[in-house]
């Protein structure tokens, strides 16, 4: 008779099996610190609106936030600023394009960032933040990761520095946002900014908690209080769903289904509303960390990528 494996057992077993997928990656070296981090390490941790969690793999290991760090910046500057100010500055649109492209500041007019998911959105989402300096708005972000997760964050110095040194891309970008209007404060205050919520490090399970109280709606069931308002998470989710997972955010939405956000460190935060996990362990809904520090051409983890196709299917994990 054969034995149906536990849920943790599988997802135990679905580490193992996808952890070789790394090999079809690799780690981002446009960030020198990135580069150096081990390919083949892969974490997953799952946690519920009770509090039960079930994790695997390498989940001590500490990695930055990256791209992911975009959701929590926009939700903070929709609490800052109201939503008309910051949708007046950034547009909810995808682009097809890559995740740091320059083409649509210059080819669409007024030169507004299509959104807040992209490197050009989320700068001009960092200098929208209010906060008197660079460190104050860091210090909101990382105030704002401590309620969600309950433990203090902070911002790898060696890994924001390797950016900072060689973010030749983003000071493009942000001069061009400051050209054009959509820079709220000096470039190298919004860089100092967002070049630092990137590097701010985290373990799979701080990633799963933030994506469990996105998945409900800004509520977070462990605290019992409403964190942000339910319509700024709602906004976050059809972002993520919609740009996420940058230019593969079309084909993450058709074979999986549920709203994800990466980060070239490796990272991938996904939130499950109730809705969405009815046959899971977790039908009320839980947050997904995931960290594989192997990376596809586009910046999503190729072995992260594989292991929560897999498990959304077996556990028929889909908003649609
Ligand atoms: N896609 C990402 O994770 C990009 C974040 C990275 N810090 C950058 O600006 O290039």
Same mark, same amino acid.
């Given at each position: ?29 446009? &960030? ?35 791209? @992911? ?16 100010? @910051? ?61 969600? &997760? ?8 060696? @890994? ?14 942000? +001069? ?17 900014? +967002? ?23 800004? +509520? ?28 593969? %955010? ?11 956000? %990466?980060?070239?460190?490796?990272? &991938? ?18 947050? &997904? ?32």
């Amino acid at each position: 008779m054969s034995t149906q494996p536990s849920h943790d057992q599988l997802v135990a077993q679905s580490v193992t099996q996808f952890r070789s997928a790394a090999k079809e990656g690799r780690c981002a070296n446009y &960030i020198p610190a990135l580069a150096k981090k081990d390919p083949n390490q892969l974490a997953i941790a799952i946690i519920g609106t009770e509090g039960h969690e079930i994790k695997a793999g390498d989940t001590t290991e500490l990695f930055t936030l990256q791209s @992911v760090s975009k959701v929590i910046t926009f939700i903070l500057a929709c609490m800052d600023r109201g939503l008309p100010y @910051v949708l007046e500055r950034v547009d909810v649109e995808p682009t097809g394009d890559t995740f740091n492209s320059i083409i649509r500041l210059e080819s669409h007019q007024p030169g507004k960032p299509f959104n807040p998911m992209i490197n050009a959105g989320a700068i001009t989402v960092s200098s929208m933040m209010i906060g008197h300096s660079p460190q104050e708005k860091i210090d909101k972000i990382l105030q704002f990761l401590e309620q969600i &997760i309950g433990k203090q964050l902070s911002v790898n110095e060696e @890994v924001f520095q390797s950016e900072w040194q060689t973010a030749n891309r983003n000071r493009a970008l942000a +001069y061009y946002l400051m050209d054009s209007g959509f820079l709220d404060c000096p470039v190298e205050a919004a860089l100092e900014v +967002y070049l630092k919520q990137c590097a701010i490090e985290v373990n799979v399970s701080d990633l799963a908690m933030i994506g469990l109280v996105i998945a409900n709606d800004g +509520y977070h069931p462990l605290l019992k209080k409403q964190l942000f308002p339910k319509q700024v998470a709602k906004l976050a989710k059809a972002l993520m769903v919609t740009c996420g997972m940058y230019n593969a %955010s079309g084909k993450f939405a058709a074979f999986i289904g549920l709203p994800a956000k %990466s980060g070239v460190s490796g990272a &991938i935060l996904t939130a499950v509303p109730g809705h969405a996990g009815l046959d899971s362990p977790f039908p009320a809904g839980c947050g &997904i960390g995931i960290y594989g520090p192997a990376i596809d051409p586009i910046g999503n983890s190729v072995a992260g990528v594989q292991l929560l196709k897999h498990l959304a299917t077996e556990w028929d994990m889909t908003i649609f």
